[in-house]
């Protein structure tokens, strides 16, 4: 599926979600631009997570439309939603790294690069995955020391750095990141934020899903409270300040009561 400038890379339009009689998402409606950071907050059991699921093609909508490049997608499995751009980087204790493979390993798991021998492809190119590696770390900003460390003797920041680089080397087009900076040190997590911020240098759009209101001040372009199922709000971060966001996530409920009265 060719991009389109003329279209959000994204669009939700009343989107529902029943989980038997529970209404995880009610009548969400959305968009995410190209380059675009989507800082997403809430409660708990706001819906936050049903909602990125639905995008990660983990979860079917039960009602509304799922609009990629200004057309209908229809994504059936999380492999249709990666192989439409579409990743998802997990909390440090779910990621899907391999702790005993190694940096270049874990950033090719997938799309391992292999050297012909006798006419066909069958051995392994760990040189090429390596320097290939090498050179992604490189251009990103992210420091260790070697590719062929195995990930379990990497810090927490330095984990999620290589999963967050990996969605490159997947031609990510957008990055769902969950808790993203959780767990690791107050020094890593600027790294990790730096990194956000350079993947939108380069195009990728992301959506960042956390509890933590500075690491959404300082990368979000917009964003969007939820609160039960419902969106409360969707504002530029530049028309609105961190008070007032806390404020909508303790309070929305109430708000939205008054806006319907």
């Not at 998402?25 to 819906?47: F, H, Q, R, W």
């Not at 270049?104 to 760990?126: C, M, Q, S, T, V």
């Not at 530029?236 to 319907?260: F, N, P, Q, W, Y």
């Amino acid at each position: 599926m060719k991009p389109s400038s003329t279209h959000p890379l994204i669009e939700l339009r009343h989107i529902y979600k029943f989980f038997g009689g529970l209404c995880a998402t009610n009548d969400v409606s959305l968009t995410v631009n190209p380059g675009e950071v989507i800082g997403l907050v809430g409660d708990n059991a706001a819906g936050k997570s049903t909602l990125m699921k639905i995008i990660a093609g983990v979860h079917a909508p039960t009602e509304g439309e799922y609009l990629l490049d200004g057309r209908r997608f229809v994504p059936r499995s999380p492999r249709d939603a990666r192989d439409a751009g579409i990743e998802m980087v997990f909390q440090i204790q779910d990621m899907a790294l391999v702790p005993e493979l190694d940096v270049a390993d874990n950033l090719f798991l997938g799309k391992e690069l292999y050297r012909r021998w006798l006419g066909l492809n069958l051995l392994l190119d760990r040189r090429k995955m390596q320097e290939k590696s090498r050179d992604l770390l490189r251009e990103l900003g992210i420091n260790i020391p070697t590719v062929t460390e195995k990930v379990k003797h990497l810090s927490g920041g330095q984990q999620q750095s290589v999963s967050i680089a990996r969605t490159v080397f997947f031609d990510a087009r957008l990055v769902i990141l969950d808790e993203p900076t959780s767990s690791i040190s107050i020094t890593e997590t600027r790294k990790v934020l730096d990194l956000i911020l350079e993947l939108k240098r380069k195009g990728v759009s992301s959506i960042i899903v956390s509890h933590r209101m500075d690491d959404i001040f300082s990368t979000a372009d917009r964003i969007i409270v939820l609160r039960r199922g419902r969106k409360i709000e969707d504002i530029h971060k530049e028309d609105t300040t961190m008070e007032e966001i806390i404020k909508k996530i303790v309070h929305a409920e109430e708000l939205s009561l008054r806006g319907h009265a």
